[in-house]
């Protein structure tokens, strides 16, 4: 796809996120709802911030692949975490499952860090939505 991702000299530089995505009118666009980290089965996987991060971003990309997309086509996530929770271990989880985000690998998408005083089940911890636009 041929969404551009711009962080121009007169916005802050961030290798997790981008500051603007242009995407071009003949792409398709591709809404995943909020993730959590749950498996298959809907049975949270861990009571800390990183099993979860890692499975709702797996979440993620299995919801892109069923759409035809891939994490390369997402230009933007909105990532809602319970207050108290770490964003740097989230963060750190969700590399596991893209290695190449934060490093310059790769371009990172633009990105919204919401902290929540809860969601939607007691227990989860963490739950994230992706845009992706593929041709």
């Known amino acids: 796809m041929n969404v551009q ?22 792409a398709k666009i591709v809404f995943v709802g909020g993730q959590n980290g749950v498996n298959r089965e809907g049975k949270v ?5 990183a ?11 299995a919801a892109l692949e069923a759409a035809g997309a891939s994490l390369q086509d997402v230009f933007k996530m909105t ?15 969700a590399q ?10 790769v371009t990172p998408p633009i990105v919204t860090g919401i902290f929540v005083s809860a969601l939607a089940t007691p227990e989860y911890l963490i739950e994230i939505e992706a845009v992706a636009g593929i041709s």
């Open 5 to 26: 991702l711009l962080s121009p000299d007169t916005l802050h530089k961030n290798p997790a996120f981008s500051q603007v995505a242009v995407v071009p009118a003949s």
């Open 96 to 105: 596991r499952v893209n290695p190449g985000l934060g490093a310059g690998d």
């Open 51 to 61: 099993s979860q991060s890692e499975q709702a971003y797996k979440n993620v990309v």
């Open 79 to 93: 990532i809602y975490i319970v207050q108290g929770q770490s964003l740097q271990e989230a963060f750190q989880a």
């Open 45 to 49: 996987v861990g009571s800390d911030i």
